[in-house]
């Protein structure tokens, strides 16, 4: 399998790096902006849950901001202008994460900004971000320092918001993330999921774009075989948390290596604050006897906002258009 550098595994640096790591740090950006797209109004308490260290830099000096602190950024984000919108926007292969050692790691990005003020003028422009996340656990990290620069502007175009993307992939990342760590661990998915949550056809809707090894194919088989939950039937539908824990606790005796890149999500609002996705990830694996494995299919998700950390994941299904 030929893969571009944004697919790569992470590098085996030492014990503390795993492949979940890349989703991880990329849903602490997307919970990072989230911060400042929030509606006008919005409680954004939970949001700071494990987001800064409690020594955080913010150093953004384009628009004068030099804050120590998680006090400081929380008064900031209070102090915003009323009336003034803001919106980010990246394609996830232009983030880039890097291993500094010593459970630290860079985040870099280039993304492109628009802010509308309260009399509706837009300014945009191009920006970078640069950060430094320390991870105190599997798929956990914190904000260490949080920097940037803004680069030359761009004409103007209607505000868009990416509010609700931003808050939607944060919690996919974040369940890609563990996903991809093999830990077998599902004690950190409880804050992703919704108490009475489904998920239905996990790996049967899934296409092989892996050329058809006989190799691939039988190992495949044999996996969809063995996990929870694949057949699409009404018998293996994983149901509630402890179904997650049963079915996550399968992946390690599976698989050798394992990484999601996002790869085309499309929201649609539901009522009572929920939101119909439809997200394709690419698949990166590697089985226990070597094979290689390259999937790509979007899937249908069920998406709960309830103002906390992260949004609830209540049902996931095969994608139904063909």
């Not at 893969?3 to 989703?23: C, I």
């Not at 987001?51 to 120590?68: A, F, G, M, S, Y």
């Not at 003020?117 to 422009?125: C, L, Q, Y």
């Not at 949004?311 to 258009?321: F, G, I, V």
């Amino acid at each position: 399998m030929v893969r571009t550098p944004y697919q790569q595994f992470v590098p085996k640096a030492d014990g503390t790096v795993d492949d979940g790591d890349f989703n991880a740090a990329c849903s602490m950006l997307y919970r990072w902006w989230c911060l400042f797209e929030a509606p006008e109004g919005s409680d954004t308490a939970a949001f700071f849950d494990g987001l800064l260290d409690e020594r955080v830099k913010v150093q953004l000096p384009d628009i004068v901001i030099d804050l120590t602190g998680t006090d400081a950024v929380k008064q900031m984000t209070a102090a915003l202008p009323a009336g003034t919108k803001r919106s980010h926007s990246v394609r996830d292969d232009d983030i880039q994460v890097s291993y500094l050692g010593d459970g630290l790691y860079r985040l870099q990005a280039r993304y492109t900004y628009q802010q509308q003020s309260a009399d509706g003028r837009v300014v945009s422009g191009h920006a970078d971000c640069d950060a430094v996340l320390r991870k105190y656990g599997r798929a956990r990290m914190s904000f260490t320092k949080i920097g940037g620069k803004r680069g030359a502007s761009v004409a103007p175009t209607e505000f868009e918001s990416s509010y609700r993307l931003h808050r939607i992939k944060a919690v996919l990342l974040q369940w890609q993330a563990h996903m991809d760590t093999l830990s077998g661990d599902s004690s950190g998915l409880r804050e992703l999921v919704m108490p009475e949550m489904e998920f239905h056809g996990l790996i049967a809707a899934k296409l092989d774009h892996s050329k058809a090894q006989a190799t691939v194919v039988t190992d495949f088989t044999e996996m969809k075989g063995m996990l929870a939950g694949t057949d699409g039937t009404e018998d293996t539908v994983i149901r509630g948390f402890d179904g997650v824990t049963k079915w996550f606790a399968t992946g390690p005796s599976l698989l050798k290596r394992n990484i999601h890149r996002a790869e085309e999500i499309k929201i649609t609002a539901l009522p009572d604050n929920r939101y119909h996705v439809v997200a394709q990830f690419g698949w990166f694996a590697e089985t226990l006897n070597g094979v290689e494995i390259e999937l790509h299919q979007p899937l249908e998700w069920v998406i709960v906002e309830r103002g906390e950390k992260y949004m609830r994941l209540e049902q996931l299904h095969p994608h139904s258009a063909r």
